[in-house]
């Protein structure tokens, strides 16, 4: 019970700051805040099969689903975000394949 309410917490305060930097995004159009708008809403993504998982038991779908959206798909994203504001967009868009 503990453990779906602290995922549903998660999913939906992730989902908040998603919104947030999405907003933040359109109405400056700089890189790195579109950038962490993917990483947390597949974080909210990652949290909501978090939540599902709890809730209903645990199958293989709901946890490749988790797996791919909370591991492997989010982590570039943050990354790119960080280059975007540290580095620049050259450096960013080298780092993202998009220049060479």
Known sequence: MLQTALAAGAALVALAFALSTYERWSGRRRPHDLAWTVALALFA???????????????GAVFRLFYLFGAIADVPFLALGTVYLLGGRRRAGVAAGLRV
């Open 45 to 59: 993504a990652a949290s909501a099969c978090l939540w599902l998982g709890a809730a209903d038991g645990w199958n």
